[in-house]
């Protein structure tokens, strides 16, 4: 299965991780797996200071493995490595249906963009070629399709057509603009 890498994007607090949010259990309701990689430019910090695994960090473990029955994480200390890829942290997932993406702007993966003009910030839409559709709460002047926020179901089967139409034909260059023709909205 050729993974489908699918980003998120918007401005701080314009409902990208509330998007996501509905967006996972619609599409287990239609047994679909998914992947979410977030991309922070903040530091990662999964226990506070002090506790033991920022202690092993500190002391020097390149990777620490916090370990449950019920999940686990790993940190990685990048120390004087390069950031890795989208590319890169997503070849570190387990296989999925969709690969989610909040953040990692500068990759070249399609988006929607989480936009309310309310919020008095600039679209990324007009300058952002990898924006294929706009989740928003209102009326836009594009040629991009405009779906609405508060419409789950209409979001998810956007990104599902899209899914569907480049993996049928992943090599063609014009297979996004197709997909798009070919989505009732």
Aim: aromatic fraction near 8%; include cysteine.
């Amino acid at each position: 299965m050729t993974p489908f890498i699918f980003g998120i994007a918007g401005t701080s607090g314009s409902g990208k991780t509330t998007l996501i949010t509905a967006l996972l259990p619609w599409f287990r309701t239609h047994g679909l797996t998914v992947n979410v990689i977030k991309h922070s430019h903040h530091p990662l910090e999964l226990e506070p200071p002090g506790k033991d695994s920022a202690r092993f960090r500190a002391a020097g473990a390149t990777e620490v493995m916090v370990a449950s029955p019920y999940r686990y994480a790993i940190v990685r200390e990048l120390a004087n490595e390069a950031e890795p890829t989208l590319a890169e942290q997503v070849a570190r997932l387990r296989p999925a249906d969709i690969t989610l993406v909040e953040g990692f702007r500068s990759e070249d993966i399609p988006r929607i963009e989480v936009y309310r003009p309310a919020h008095g910030r600039a679209p990324y839409y007009p300058c952002d070629p990898s924006i294929v559709a706009v989740a928003t709460d209102a009326r836009l002047d594009t040629l991009l399709p405009c779906l609405p926020l508060d419409h789950t179901a209409q979001v998810g089967r956007f990104i599902l057509a899209l899914r569907d139409r480049t993996q049928a034909d992943p090599l063609d260059p014009g297979a996004f603009l197709k997909a798009m023709e070919m989505i009732a909205i």
